[in-house]
């Protein structure tokens, strides 16, 4: 480490959790993460709904008909020529990828203006999140479960204490993720060393201050440690596993460096959170499932960030 970074690190002495939480005060709030466009909410979810309505709330949105038009045109979907009219775009993705991009679009641009100018390669990150949004959702359908929109946004949000931590404690988080990159410690150690607490329990004391649901609570604090679960163990545990097959894959950046070996995720406690008493033909299936939707992933986020 520099003599400048050290210097640095003597600056930036770990706080007490009061202090922390006080500090916090200050951090505005996310808006999206409680309030969804109604009025397409309501259309994504009627029977009769019309391609033309849809398409006629999202062009209220620039950065959604974007993100729409990027997303239809991206390779995944192999259409043939370009789509340039929103109606198309909202045919051929089908209601679901609209609705999630209507989750994720307010969230993402809620948490880029919280994460500030703090150099960070934060579209790999956002990469690395919605990749983690779309493994949690697959891996949960394998589980047959229900609240899909809420499977989806906790693992968007997981990583968030590292937002907040941009936000809020700047030379802390410089320090970590920036000039102590290189010291062989775990990244939560490092963290709760560096700054006091890590960015899983940052990011928990932000969501509450914040009110929000407890499943995003309780993903954003034990997204590292699904056993220390309470309520939703399934859905952290699926977020775990799920972050775990990105950080593998090398599909964007979390800012955690640490190597994870392929099929790592399957020796974890998550993994028998959500699978365990699986037989081998069962185990092969799940794991193929997600491999398919893992190998797609790098296509789909080329159309979204």
Known sequence: MSSYSVAEEIECKPFSREEIQRRL?????????????????????NDDRMTS???????????????????VNSVYYGVSGTVKSIEEAVFYLGV?????????????????KLGGTNLFPWREFWRHSIAVAVMTREIMELKKSSGDELNYLAGLIHD???????????????????????????????????????????????????????????????????????????????????????????IGNSGNSSEVPAGGWTETRAWRILFDGQCEKEKTITLAALKRMLDRLPAILEGLV
Do not use: W
């Open 25 to 45: 005060e200050g951090c505005p709030c996310l808006p999206s993460l409680s309030t969804i466009d109604k009025a397409l909410k309501e259309i994504l979810s």
């Open 53 to 71: 309505q849809i398409a006629e709330i999202i062009r209220r949105d620039p950065s959604l008909s974007s993100r729409l038009l990027r997303l």
């Open 96 to 112: 679901r990828q609209v609705r999630e991009l209507t989750l994720f679009t307010p969230v993402i641009e809620d948490l880029e």
């Open 160 to 250: 968030v204490g590292k937002i907040v931590m941009a936000a809020t404690f700047p030379k802390h988080f410089k320090m970590i993720y920036h000039h102590a990159s290189n010291i062989p410690e775990n990244l939560l150690e490092q963290e709760c060393r560096i700054l006091g607490v890590d960015h899983a329990e940052l990011g928990a004391m932000f969501l509450r201050r914040q009110i929000m649901p407890r499943i995003f609570v309780e993903v954003a604090e034990f997204h590292h440690q699904p056993g220390m679960v309470r309520f939703h163990p399934q859905a952290v545990a699926a977020v775990q596993v799920a972050d775990l097959m990105v950080r593998h894959a090398k």
